[in-house]
């Protein structure tokens, strides 16, 4: 599986068991961003979170499980949803390849899902998920009802204009977009 892994691109830098680090097409000056919010996550755990061992976390929106392992890390049992079918695959070909056994993955739609098809979990991690829907009020509304303690919640925020360029994960990435939030 390792090498599997190491053949393909891949949106995230992950260090692998054998000290190598996945290839990415990404520019190294966006790189940072995913290891600002690793780092962000890492505060807040430590900070608001304490020992986290016996607890549980929900990844929503998982892509390719950068921060579900990171949150393996520090809880004792992690569960991702992803929706995208590659994204879901990459999780778990990523999983088999580092060795992770306290997550697991589940593919799911959260613009459908209720707190009916997931199950509660002391934190959950909603990042950079709420610019891609189209009903983020929903997704907002689950992760409150499923949260036992924490919600951690990063999303690109702009001034309040109707119409205009949005940033989408970096300031060289941005669409068009007409309204507001």
Known sequence: MLDE???RIWFYEFE???GSITQTNIPADVLRIHTSRRDK???VIAERVGDASNLTALDFASHEGYFSFELARHFGQVHGVEYRDESFAACLAMQAALGVSNVTFTQGDLTKLTT????PADLVLVYG???H???PIHVLRLASQLSKKHILIETQIFPYDIA???EEGHYIWQREVSGVF
């Open 5 to 7: 892994v190491k053949k």
């Open 16 to 18: 692998l068991p054998d």
């Open 41 to 43: 996550l890492r505060r």
């Open 116 to 119: 009916n098809d997931i199950a």
């Open 129 to 131: 998920l709420l610019y």
């Open 133 to 135: 829907l189209e009903n």
């Open 164 to 166: 205009g360029k949005l």
